[in-house]
């Protein structure tokens, strides 16, 4: 049986690889396919979602293989990072895509945005308050 630990140690990792591995395919996918359909700022900004995504994505790998994750804190800040990285990039995505391709819903998706970016914040200052606690 898989203890509490363990298995947020595993989200994280599972989480982390996704990220980067989903991070390098979109990166090619702007930089090759996308290069000739977005404006220079469009590309500016799907680049930023991808970045986002990538040094989140490495950071949770790292996260990962923290002995300590098995405290509530660190629990909450792997969640935070994750659905803050979905909210923040995910939506920039959308967002680039759909103006390019004229989907008229997307504006809706401009408050998702800052959501994941506060998630994110949130998630750091987790972490941290937990590893500032943590004797060495």
Known sequence: MMKDGDRYMRISLVWGGVFMLTGVVL???GAHALK???SESQLV???????YQMIHGLA?????????LKSIS????VGSIIAGTL???????LLVLGHAWNWSWVSALG???PLGGTLLIL???IFIAKVTKIKV
């Open 27 to 29: 990166g090619a996918f």
């Open 36 to 38: 000739a359909l977005l």
């Open 45 to 51: 900004s799907f680049n930023t979602g991808v970045r």
């Open 60 to 68: 949770l790998l790292i996260i990962g293989t923290i002995s300590g």
């Open 74 to 77: 660190f629990k909450w800040s």
């Open 87 to 93: 909210c923040f990039s995910v939506s920039i995505y």
């Open 111 to 113: 408050p998702i945005t």
């Open 123 to 125: 998630g750091w200052a």
